[in-house]
């Protein structure tokens, strides 16, 4: 992932922009990548980066990384790692949590909260039938299981289209 404080003058002033690895090797940290709004409630606005070749069994994960007065410090670090807040890992092996998401104020508490799919979950309904996990906001603090999400919807059937858990859009 590759973020810019300000928009630079041209694409090739490379020295404005921050790079954030991933954890592992083909994790594919920032295939799913969103703005979440502020999830934290601190008027600062927040970035979801979703990973789901997490780990050697591609549960996924999804990292909230909070934005904040001293979030060019935290940037310097250069690693997912060290700067996320918050990773929520996939259920399941072959899960592929990584899609993400902000959606809004869903609860309408005055704190944006954030959703995120699992397009591999293996529901009742049928392999790769999928699943999303809504978070209400403020979402902080350490690693997290999905299954702590407020609300959680299952795919029906991946035959029938539902794809449950591929690219959220709110």
Known sequence: VWVAFDLPTT???????????????NDFASEGLAGAGDVDGDGYDDILVGAPGYDLEDRGAVYVVLGGADVFDYFLQDDLILIQHTRLVG??????????????????????????????????????????????????GGPRGVSEA?????????????????????
């Open 150 to 170: 407020d609300l959680i919807v299952d795919g029906a059937s991946f035959t029938l289209g539902d794809f449950v858990g591929t690219p959220v859009f709110v």
């Open 11 to 25: 694409w090739l002033d490379i020295d404005e922009f921050h790079r954030l690895d991933g954890e592992s090797k």
């Open 91 to 140: 259920e399941n092996p072959d899960d592929e949590l990584g899609v993400v998401s902000g959606a809004g104020d869903f609860n309408l508490d005055g704190v944006d909260d954030l959703i995120v799919g699992a397009p591999g979950y293996d529901g009742k309904k049928g392999e790769n039938s999928g699943r999303a996990y809504l978070f209400f906001g403020p979402v902080d």
